[in-house]
């Protein structure tokens, strides 16, 4: 990390003096930025004079006291409290009154290290992410007793850097990992209640909306003890706060060894780094129902499923119920299968559910209730995945799995900004940057509608009894008013 942020520097002009406790770990920065910097040449993003330049402004230092004269000192020594206190009490009696002293610390509290700070207005978090040099987003930290100039002064620095700043106060986790969280936890959630497998439940969310990797095996690439030890920090720093309760999936697997990629198998088994089998069976074959039933609940919904299945030869049932033979599609928001027909008054034994709100042009994901015949379920599954386009079976749960993950995303980037820890941009901006998602929390609250996440969170709530799901007040608020949820 420490290397990445040096890297970054030097190619943004500034003058940047490396130091390290450990022997021979100062020259080894300098030779590997170096090397990355004329690797960068060979590819073509950066011109050999520049790269030059930048390696010149890379001093190589003996000690801390070396750093006397430096405006901004940022620290990226071991991520425990004592150790980074006790390098800020030593750097205060060294650096002039103006310079500040900034952490990279990933989890731990700004205020916390400055505690001991005869000057804690100077001290703030700038939390990068790895690898620096291609993880444009740099978290801007404010402790409670920061001064605002500091963070300021870090933004521009930041930007200077060719990073994109966000700024946020500090609390548990920061910006982009409670963000995560709602990716995370919630899959792990749903796997939990058995109503998908880990590749089914990651290939919807790639497939469907569009991120570059499935939660789980997110979790894996970072190690699920790593990931496991920052939920159980966080969810202990905000009191067991139940957005953030940790999942016995991570616990267990963590017990047992299997702490993901690193080890060899996780919640994926793993050779030579790549991933052995995960991917979900194919749909079984099954008849094309003769005739289909769509349910006019969700009108909109309701006309993209006609459109598909007109596509993959279907006919259609336009009568206002059902006919006696024809297969029952219903596309809920929020409800479970089994709720809709019981509101509706179909038969279960004929009846499934499609998750429209999210397209149906990558990815298709379907529900049965427990009652729903398997000659129904094979049918629309051959029916539905015609055309090539992937279809998956999950078991019946309020709110599919798409709309239950994205709908925990939404409510937690409502929940940071009614907490006024960042603001709605730059909670957006961590989501895309910093975290690769294709959309930020208040930008999928805009797609979907904010009447329609309160009422998949209500949904899930009513139905689970879990105060996980209660929605943040800025997204019910909005939803009472039908307000865009970045509106201020």
Known sequence: MGRGIAQVAATGGIQVFLTDAKPGAVSDAHDFVSKMLHRAVEKGNISKPDAAAAISRIHQVASIEDLAKCQIIIEAVAEELHVKQALFAKLETIVPDNCILVSNTSALSITSIAANCKRPERVAGMHFFNPVPLMKLVEVIDGLRTDPSTCESLVLLAKQMGREPVRCKDFAGFLAGNIGRGFTLEAARIAEEGVATFAEIDNIMRQALGFPMGPFQLIDNNGIDVVHRAMEGVYEQFYQEPYFRPSPLLRQRVAAGLTGR???????????????????????????????????????????????????????????????????????????????????????????????????????????????????????????????????????????????IVAMIVNIGCWIAQSGFASPEDIDMAARLGLGYPKGPFEFGEQVGAQRMLSILKTIQTGTGDPRYRPSPWLSRRAALSLPLPLL
């Open 262 to 404: 690193k080890s060899g198998q996780g919640f994926y088994r793993y050779q030579d780094g790549r991933i052995v089998g995960g991917t979900p069976a194919t749909p079984a074959g099954g008849n094309v129902p003769q005739s289909i039933w769509i349910s006019s609940e969700e009108p909109t919904l309701r006309t993209a499923v006609i459109g598909v299945l007109k596509d993959c030869g279907a006919t259609i049932d336009e009568g206002e119920k059902p006919g006696a033979s024809a297969l029952c599609i219903v596309t809920p928001v929020g409800k479970d299968t089994a709720t809709v027909c019981s509101e509706q008054g179909l038969d279960a034994r004929r009846t499934i559910a499609v998750d429209a709100l999210f397209g149906l042009e990558k990815h298709r994901t379907c529900m049965a209730t427990p009652a729903t015949s398997r000659e129904v379920i094979d049918a629309a599954l051959t029916l539905l995945s015609r055309d090539g386009v992937p279809v998956t079976l999950v078991r019946d749960s309020p709110g599919f799995i798409a709309q239950r």
